[in-house]
């Protein structure tokens, strides 16, 4: 249903409750019958009202639909309504009101399905890789996930911010300066000499080679660095080789179409002083204590389901990570994000109850449950039958820029938001290839260019699909298929809500089956010209709808295949 077709059954359900119990305050809840033959809208709210009431539920929704279909503004809306099962109430559409998305769709092109519903800024953060090396599978489903998420968010009228946080602090940091320096000074990795924690793909290799050429090499928003060739200077080294992998990761990025608005050093909140800062306020509030040679949290007095308290600086010196991210939310907070989602893997589970009671203990108004979490399990890639984990370059991964070289960019975006963030995932490397009706990309973009064939042998102007007689289409296949669109924009609104791009992927799978069942059943290239040119408008109307909501999650839709 479209928005104002639900207000106006919400309204009318609102005044049937209200004509019957005066003192109910119902929630209406509209959604899809699971069964397509019980109709097309149903409500529990006999159900929902009648143990309060004292009522036979089945009896109250009678009350209520005979209420509805008195009411003359029901007409035009509702052809008919019946009772199911314990009280359920299903409601079949006229054809009028099926037929009415068709020209939203047609005066608001790609804008269909968008709202304005809030204005307010959104950070999303994620990929947020640590710069020693090649971007892998993993980061790929964050970056399918963040960039599906931050376009969900914009249809509905946030103003979003793209966010990439470069861990460039800590051990890891120090393992990518020594495997360098090994490399350079002609260590194998599989010498006994070599650091045993140290990085042994390829790229290595690769760098040490462009350090001693003195190369340069610059980030998206950093300044170029100028290799040194000294080997004995780990600190050029690290300065060189971080330079290096962002660099890389830049490419990486730009091979799956992702632009940030905004890269976040780690580095930067020890220098500007923010993780000396956050530590000194929740010492200062009380939430700190001191405990064997250490500094701990009092994260379990701090409301946030941690099961103990949480060493902050360690023994032997140092913070442990979390402290730098509590920082660093602080800073999103600071700047203006009121509203914040990261993507990150499962493994970063641990960290958001530290994180969130680290914000609660600062007294800044932060609320309890921000920023907002998609963690994402990892990507197993199958190819042939077996598991590759294997990259020469990368060492022991599978890289992003080799996954888009194998399949292509649409299929690695839609495969990888396919499923629920939180779901084991297979990447079938075969299946990504393959043109058939198994392969959901390939599916659902054969759907839109069939219509532009459907369009190219109609041969009507824009204008006059738009004008064309709607009422025409009233086949059971065009009646399912315009329900099918009119749900567009309220799962749009959800998949944001939910956080949840798969629902996106769904829908267009959904759409897809329902426009080839349609294009099999009803003969469009007819005698008549009026029935021709309504359903030329359908396939217009099916092609424009598949096109927004591939775009959501950032892929293309095709006019011919």
């Not at 077996?386 to 992003?400: M, N, Q």
């Not at 059971?476 to 567009?488: D, F, G, T, V």
């Amino acid at each position: 249903m479209l928005a104002q077709q639900q207000q106006q059954l919400s309204a009318l359900l609102t005044a049937a409750v209200q004509s019957i119990l005066p003192d109910a305050t119902p929630t209406i809840t509209l959604e899809r019958p699971k069964v397509a033959a019980h109709g097309d809208v149903a409500t529990n709210v006999a159900m929902q009202l009648a143990k309060p009431a004292k009522r036979n539920p089945r009896e109250l929704a009678q009350g209520i639909v005979d209420y509805i279909l008195a009411d003359s503004a029901a007409q035009a809306l509702i052809e008919s309504a019946e009772i199911a099962g314990p009280g359920f109430i299903n409601f079949r559409l006229t054809h009028a009101a099926h037929q009415a998305v068709l020209a939203p769709i047609f005066t608001e092109g790609a804008q269909f399905g968008d709202t304005s519903a809030s204005t307010e800024p959104l950070m999303v953060e994620f990929v947020s890789a640590n710069p020693t090396g090649p971007l892998h599978v993993g980061h790929a489903r964050q970056a399918a996930l963040g960039d599906a998420i931050c376009r969900l968010f914009s249809s509905q009228g946030y103003a979003v911010s793209r966010e990439f946080y470069y861990n460039d602090a800590g051990n890891q940091i120090d393992n990518l300066a020594i495997s360098v320096q090994a490399r350079a000074k002609g260590l194998d990795p599989e010498s006994p000499d070599f650091p045993a924690d140290g990085y042994k793909g390829d790229y290595i290799l690769e760098i040490a080679k462009d350090f001693l050429a003195k190369k340069t090499v610059a980030a998206a928003d950093g300044d170029p660095v100028t290799a040194t060739a000294n080997i004995d200077s780990l600190d050029d080294i690290r300065r060189f080789a971080v330079a290096y992998l962002r660099n890389e990761q830049d490419l990486d990025l730009k091979a799956f179409n992702l632009v940030f608005d905004n890269y976040y050093l780690e580095s930067s909140l020890y220098t500007d002083g923010r993780v000396d800062d956050v530590v000194a306020a929740l010492t200062a509030a009380g939430h700190t204590y001191e405990s064997e040679g250490a500094l701990w949290l009092r994260t379990t007095e701090l409301n946030t389901g941690d099961d103990k308290d949480r060493v902050m600086r360690k023994r032997e010196g140092g913070y442990t990570y979390f402290v730098p991210d509590v920082a660093y939310h602080v800073s999103k907070w600071q700047r203006g994000f009121k509203h914040a989602i990261n993507i990150q893997g499962t493994d970063h589970h641990g960290t958001i109850a530290r994180v969130r009671a680290g914000l609660q203990g600062l007294n800044l108004g932060i609320p309890a449950d921000y920023p907002a979490y998609v963690l994402h399990s990892m990507v197993k890639v199958m190819r042939g039958g077996e598991e590759v984990k294997i990259s020469k370059r990368a060492g022991s991964y599978v890289t992003l820029r080799e996954l888009v070289d194998w399949v292509g960019l649409d299929a690695v975006r839609f495969f990888l938001v396919s499923r629920r963030a939180d779901s084991e995932f297979v990447f079938d490397i075969d299946l990504a290839l393959s043109k058939s009706e198994e392969n959901p990309v390939y599916y659902i973009q054969y759907a839109h260019a069939r219509t532009h064939s459907v369009l190219r042998q109609v041969g009507a102007t824009h204008e006059q699909l738009s004008q064309a007689d709607f009422n025409l289409l009233n086949a059971p296949s065009e009646l399912k298929l315009l329900q099918r669109l009119a749900e567009y924009p309220a799962m749009l609104s959800q998949a944001a809500k939910d956080l949840a791009p798969h629902q996106v992927a769904f829908w267009l799978r959904d759409c897809a089956a329902d426009f080839h069942t349609w294009y099999n059943s009803e003969r469009v290239m007819g005698d008549d010209t009026q029935l021709k040119h309504a359903r030329a408008a359908l396939a217009a109307a099916t092609a424009q709808v598949i096109a927004n909501g591939l775009a959501k999650l950032g892929v293309s839709a095709p006019d011919k295949m």
